[in-house]
């Protein structure tokens, strides 16, 4: 069969350049071209990175879906059903929404594809598809194979170099995908041996770890830092602010070649931590981690949520002061979004404060339900104003590291990714971009 595998194009936030579309491809569409049997011929289309074919046959089409792109998703989803073409809808949207997707496609893939990939592949060959495709277990993440890089122009992103090591977050913040009924709810790391096949197959010394949470599973982490150490290379990750609690496993961490890691403060108001069920946060620790970092040449990203219900409209000046003061090196920030599927949407549904159904719309960038303790036009222009002012010539300058080694990298990322990245990505071609993300990448800089 000819089979296609199709990521729609993503919506942008008003902060965001092009660059962001063309940051990395999909790693579940590449494991997914990875467990398709050879006899079948598989074409990535990544509608971020150029523009969709869509007067192609192919044999059987699955598109990857998240909540900004479901609406695009649908409408490629409906012109390939027209020419008679089967399409399986994937991806956390759909594994967290089944029943709406299931109007728009022939079949859904529900959560991990691992062991049902060759099944979906076997039914639509005989043209026997079923509605949905669920594994009720966890997958053993050892069979997970190595996503297949070689299907890709990758000269059409930034970063080809991002590898995921676990799958889930042992915590269920309710404004989170891990709180919806489809997550299995085992934290689980791949084995250490297949992670790093996987990052030698990159040829590359520049990595970026795309789990939920790096740390997880504190004791997997510890062995694996420690196992890459001798691999000399420069690593960036996301992990939960409970890593203050593990001061050795910092150092351990930079001994192996962190670099900077994203890190989900998501507010420095602790009634608002406790009110989504975020227990491993404690905002009193949060500069003692911060400290900890920058003594360890570790760069931050603070990932900021606003719109809590204990949000006032002084919350953007208070937190900004706060980032400023601990000279963090880049912030980004989110409208809280009460994603269809989670804790948060079910209980904005029951409170009737859902104020805006367009799926676009939730890219965090956007208030979609009624604010508790400011409008949402406070709200809104809050968020912008905080990316304004975070990013002024005057709040670069004041957040300079301390660290000489530091301040290359931190001066392109603020200056030519955010502050001037919709220029400098409009006057330069796509065929440079992947070259400006080699020379980031150089300067070892994670970028959001």
């Not at 981690?289 to 006032?312: C, K, P, T, W, Y």
């Not at 956007?366 to 508790?372: A, C, G, I």
């Not at 955010?418 to 993300?437: T, Y």
Request: glycine residues 4%.
């Amino acid at each position: 069969m000819k089979i296609k595998l199709i990521q729609p194009r993503m919506s942008l936030r008003p902060m965001d350049s092009k660059f962001k579309r063309v940051m990395s491809p999909s790693v579940a569409l590449l494991v997914l071209a990875a467990l398709t049997p050879g006899e079948h011929q598989v074409e990535l289309a990544d509608e971020n990175a150029k523009k969709l074919n869509l007067h192609d046959q192919p044999d059987l089409v699955g598109i990857t879906v998240n909540v900004d792109t479901s609406k695009r998703a649908y409408e490629i989803a409906a012109h390939y059903r027209a020419k008679g073409i089967p399409v399986i809808l994937g991806g956390i949207h759909v594994s967290a929404n089944p029943e709406e997707a299931l109007q728009f496609a022939d079949a859904v893939c529900i959560g991990e594809a691992e062991t049902l990939w060759a099944t979906i592949l076997a039914d639509a060959e005989k043209g026997r598809l079923k509605k949905q495709y669920y594994h009720s277990h966890p997958t053993d993440l050892g069979i997970t194979p190595v996503p297949k890089w070689e299907i890709l122009n990758q000269a059409n992103y930034l970063y080809t170099n991002t590898v995921l090591t676990s799958r889930g977050c042992p915590f269920r913040c309710e404004f989170c995908y891990n709180s919806c009924d489809y997550v299995h709810k085992l934290f689980r790391n791949k084995p250490i041996e297949n992670v790093i096949r996987e990052i030698e197959n990159l040829s590359t010394k520049q990595v970026m770890f795309i789990d939920d949470n790096f740390i997880g599973n504190v004791a997997w982490t510890r062995e694996f830092v420690r196992e890459i150490k001798p691999l000399g290379l420069k690593w960036h990750a996301a992990v939960s602010a409970n890593l203050v609690n593990y001061p050795q496993l910092i150092q351990e961490m930079r001994a192996s070649g962190c670099q900077s890691l994203f890190i989900g403060f998501e507010t420095i108001n602790q009634a608002s931590i406790q009110g989504v069920n975020k227990s491993q946060n404690n905002v009193i620790r949060y500069e003692e981690l911060i400290s900890l970092l920058h003594q360890n040449d570790i760069m931050v990203n603070a990932s900021l949520v606003f719109g809590f219900d204990e949000h006032r409209p002084e919350v953007f000046k208070d937190t900004l002061e706060w980032l400023v003061k601990n000279k963090i090196e880049t912030m980004t920030a989110h409208i809280l979004t009460p994603y269809p599927g989670t804790q948060l949407y079910r209980k904005f549904v029951e409170q009737n404060r859902i104020i805006d159904f367009d799926t676009t719309h939730y890219n965090t960038s956007h208030v979609v339900f009624r604010p508790q303790n400011m409008t949402a036009e406070e709200l809104y222009q809050g968020y912008l104003t905080i990316y304004k002012e975070f990013y002024s010539f005057q709040n670069i300058i004041r957040r300079i590291p301390d660290s000489s080694k530091q301040r290359i990298p931190y001066l392109l990322f603020n200056l030519c990714y955010r502050k001037f990245g919709k220029v400098v990505s409009r006057i330069m071609p796509l065929s440079w971009m992947n070259r400006l993300g080699k020379m980031v990448r150089h300067f070892s800089y994670g970028i959001d």
